[in-house]
């Protein structure tokens, strides 16, 4: 089981150059980190997801891309848009729910 909790996903350049240069400082750190390439290409079979983004966060785009290509590669993934914005109230207060699922059987 894995989970992104408001992952910082954009499929585009990132609004916010410090970070994008910090996570990814050349194409192939990027390759080898960037979730939604890695979903493109590796096997990953067997993997439970769970996504979840705030209908308010700046993430929501990317994190709806990395659902839709796990789905249709057939990878089991929730992908959740609940009220909130990239906080960590927001991450807070869904805690429960990501407990549920890491937690289930």
Not at 56 to 64: F, K, S
Not at 66 to 75: D, S, V
Not at 79 to 85: D, I, K
Request: with cysteine.
């Amino acid at each position: 089981r894995v989970g992104g909790h408001s992952a910082s996903l954009f499929p585009d350049a990132f609004p916010d150059t410090s970070i994008s240069d910090w996570l990814y400082p050349d194409e192939k750190t990027r390759g080898r980190r960037d979730p939604i390439h890695l979903a493109e290409s590796c096997d990953l079979t067997g993997l439970l997801v769970y996504l979840d983004t705030g209908a308010t966060d700046v993430n929501l785009e990317g994190n709806a891309l990395l659902a839709q290509i796990l789905q249709e590669k057939g990878i089991s993934c929730e992908n959740h848009v609940f009220p909130g914005s990239h906080s960590r109230f927001y991450c807070a207060a869904m805690m429960s729910e990501y407990l549920e699922f890491y937690g289930a059987p």
